[in-house]
Nanobody, 119 residues
Framework: VQLQASGGGLVQPGGSLRLSCVVN????????LAWFRQAPGKEREFVAA????????YYPNSVKGRFTISRDNAVNTVYLQGSTLKPEDTAVYYCAARFGIWGPGVDYWGQGTQVTVSS
């Protein structure tokens, strides 16, 4: 399984972003998919996850209400929509896949896409 993330760039504070991640190699419906991020000098942190069917989503309090994860299994793609972005959202964003249900541990990582929130 290979994950290919895209959509990062420079965003103004208060702006929005939409990241995409294509899952190659296996039907994505068999995997829970997620987004993580890592800011300079900080540990990688969980941003959002979605079950294989898309029926359940999970967010930490730090992004709840501002970020939305979704997926389209017909094109093996997971999305991350963010709004009201803050400078502290600046990070490299990684997509991830976990076979089966969502839980601790990731089986596959994407290569990351940089998001910079700055005026």
């Amino acid at each position: 399984v290979q994950l290919q993330a895209s959509g990062g760039g420079l965003v103004q504070p208060g702006g929005s972003l939409r990241l995409s991640c294509v899952v190659n190699g296996r039907p994505s419906s068999g995997y829970a998919l997620a987004w993580f991020r890592q800011a300079p000098g900080k540990e990688r942190e969980f941003v959002a996850a979605i079950t294989g069917s898309g029926g359940n989503t999970y967010y930490p309090n730090s992004v709840k209400g501002r970020f939305t994860i979704s997926r389209d299994n017909a094109v093996n793609t997971v999305y991350l929509q963010g709004s009201t972005l803050k400078p502290e959202d600046t990070a490299v964003y990684y997509c991830a896949a976990r076979f089966g249900i969502w839980g601790p541990g990731v089986d596959y990582w994407g290569q990351g896409t940089q998001v910079t929130v700055s005026s």
